[in-house]
């Protein structure tokens, strides 16, 4: 079946060790999307990638850095992460910017000791 | 805009009873809108969606009612089962250049057997 998949699907790292969590998507997608989402609450969207093409949120901390080397693969780096990074990180996936659904991937759950 | 609080609404059914789950967006330009069910510890599913030109959809069991001159989306559930027990959450497709989606905040449902 096609689908969006993370890896690892929990993650522990120590305060200011740096991190990389996966996600790669067998959908053939332009666009893939790291989402951060804390406890109760919605989420709430880090970047983007428009094919190669990089999108920042404006309120994303320098902190967070991603990269994709292709279509399959995205990555997101946690440079030095913080106690208040602790939480979970969706990879999405969508066809084409525009109006189109995004395909969520199960998550990896991050706690940062 | 991203949610806040700790606190999810919350409705509690009985199984076998119709549920209806209420939203109020924020973007009178929106176009595109989508109802996403997330179970404790996955990612967001797509449930369902609905375009600005239309006012109903139906799914199976599921149909997404759009009253664009209040800004409000209700998605009903028929014959709400245990299964339905999730976390779910409207979207909009705000149009910022690339049409960034938006979450709400999202209602907890809660369906005793």
């Known amino acids: 079946d096609a689908m969006v998949i993370q890896n690892p699907r929990y993650q522990v790292t120590q305060f200011g060790k740096p991190v990389t969590l996966s996600c790669s998507q067998t959908?053939?997608?332009?666009?893939m999307y790291w989402y951060q989402q804390k406890s109760s609450q919605a989420p709430k969207l880090l970047f983007h990638?428009?094919?190669?093409?990089?999108?920042n949120e404006a309120d994303t901390p320098d902190n967070f850095q991603s990269r994709r080397p292709n279509t399959s693969f995205c990555f997101l780096d946690i440079r030095s992460p913080g106690l208040g990074d602790a939480a979970m990180y969706l990879c999405?996936?969508?066809?084409?910017?525009?109006?189109?659904?995004?395909?969520f991937g199960p998550g990896t759950r991050l706690l940062v000791l | 805009g991203e949610s806040v609080g700790l606190h999810l609404p919350t409705l509690s059914v009985q199984e076998g009873d119709n549920s209806i789950i209420n939203c109020a967006y924020s973007?009178?330009?929106?176009?595109?809108f989508i109802w996403y069910k997330q179970e404790s510890g996955k990612g967001p599913q797509f449930i369902i969606d609905?375009?600005?030109?239309?006012d109903k959809r139906q799914g199976q069991r599921v149909t997404v009612l759009l009253n664009k001159t209040v800004k409000h989306l209700s998605l009903q559930i028929a014959a709400t089962q245990p299964g339905d027990s999730a976390v779910y959450f409207c979207?909009?497709?705000?149009?910022?250049?690339?049409?960034?989606?938006?979450f709400g905040t999202g209602t907890r449902l809660l369906v005793s057997p």
């Open positions: 979207a909009e497709n705000e149009d910022t250049g690339f049409q960034k989606l938006v």
């Open positions: 990638y428009y094919d190669k093409d990089f999108n």
């Open positions: 959908l053939n997608h332009n666009v």
């Open positions: 973007n009178s330009a929106s176009d595109y």
């Open positions: 609905i375009r600005s030109n239309m």
């Open positions: 999405a996936t969508s066809r084409d910017l525009g109006l189109e659904t995004q395909y």
